[in-house]
């Protein structure tokens, strides 16, 4: 995979940071032209030649290695290496950006460590969307050699990459929030891959309850051009064959799928494009560019907490159908078979999946709570503002798993309702879900 500072993509950085995909350069240029820039200036630069924080107004010479080691702590469970090879990926990318002013050879080791399976050992706590300072600041000592790298591919004459990070270079190395943005990336590819089976999943319930496919026509959706909406409809009709039922309307679950469901889409579109956006763009302060630098506030992530937030909510509201819909595959009103698509009167048969699916759907309430309506004001008041995308992104993470637990259930009860003979004694449905989870996991 080639990385230019322009083009990296959500689902790149997902083959980087869990198919081990190798990674090169296609031009320095850009750092060259900002680590040219920085060198050349003279006069305070925030970070180069002062403190941090309050200490902005404190002259310094040299300090930029204390700096990173007062900056490196582990907090919490670590994280997996692929999280954190997401993150290597993503601080690449935007070196080559240009405006960082660090030295273009430390894009090299970056490479170095990704293409040989090296880690920083990242833990989960430090962070709150204006900068993942430990996580960057434990990466520049693992180049530095003062802390271990996380390998997990051993072999033979490998050596860790080191860069001796000059203390001009430390600041702008940890100034950025890559690990932040790395885990947004992830949670999104992993999401679109659900949302796109979950369609699947409703056409399976659709024929299994005999739904109209009324809701679904074109002059419907033409009359509100919402696009998500429009597309999940265009998808089930080529999906579903047979014709309108004798039901007036259907339960929300599904007269309402698209317009629930391509809110989800919609909303995840919109992640991916503020995502993306950061993923190949100078977050750096101060910015080195047009010979100067520039002190801003690049570095604050409100787009990407605001778009992460939304994304959340939106997946509540398409569980909460699926959850719906799973209710109405265990009514003997629309299969056509025993309550709870059991094999006998009174038995339980697929019960058990709706506590399955709500217990699933209040993780993912409790996940959707937004971090936007919160702040911090920290180093003496002159950070008086958090973004707080680092919880997003990890809240967003965490939702794959509720979600997926959701629409298995339903998967394995329109499975049942549509294949299962009248007489299927009761048993234990774990398999039955588990070969769901890996149908919906597999896209």
Known sequence: MELDGAGLTCAQVHEVAYAGARVSIASLDRARAAWSTARELTGPVYGRSTGVGANRDIVLEGAGLDLLRSHAIAAGPPLPAERARGMLVVRLNQLLTGGSGVDPAVCLALAAAINDGFTPPLHTYGAIGTGDLTALATTALCLLGEIPWHYDRPSPGVRPPFHALASDDALPFISSGAATLADAALACHRLRRLLDAAVEVAVMSFAAVDASPEPLATVVHEARPQPGQAA??????????????????????F?????????????????????????????????????????????????????????????????????????????????????????????????????????????????????????????????????????????????????????????????????????????????????????????
Not at 235 to 253: K, N
């Open 232 to 253: 999940v409809a265009a998808r089930l009709r080529g999906l579903l064959a047979h014709e309108p039922t004798s039901r007036i309307q259907d339960p929300y679950g």
């Open 255 to 443: 007269r309402a799928f698209a317009q629930v469901h391509g809110a989800a889409f919609d909303a995840l579109d919109r992640a991916v494009t503020t995502i993306e956006t950061d993923l190949n763009a100078a977050t750096e302060n101060p910015l080195f560019a047009a010979s100067l630098a520039w002190h801003n506030g690049n570095f604050h992530s409100a787009p990407v907490a605001l778009a992460l937030d939304a994304v959340r909510a939106a997946l509540v509201q398409t569980a909460q159908l699926s959850t719906a819909r799973l209710a109405t595959l265990m009514d003997p009103a629309y299969t056509g078979r025993l309550p709870f698509l059991a094999d006998r009167p009174g038995a339980s048969g697929a019960l058990i999946l709706e506590y399955v699916a709500q217990d699933a759907l209040a993780d993912l309430r409790h996940l959707a709570t937004p971090v936007t309506t919160g702040t911090a004001v920290i180093s003496r008041g002159v950070e008086d503002h958090a973004g707080f995308a680092t919880q997003a992104a990890r809240h967003t993470l965490r939702c794959v798993e509720p979600l997926e637990i959701v629409l298995a259930c339903e998967r394995t009860a329109a499975a049942r309702a549509l294949h299962a003979p009248a007489q299927a004694p009761d048993r234990p449905l774990t398999a039955d879900l588990e070969d769901s989870r890996g149908v919906l996991s597999a896209g």
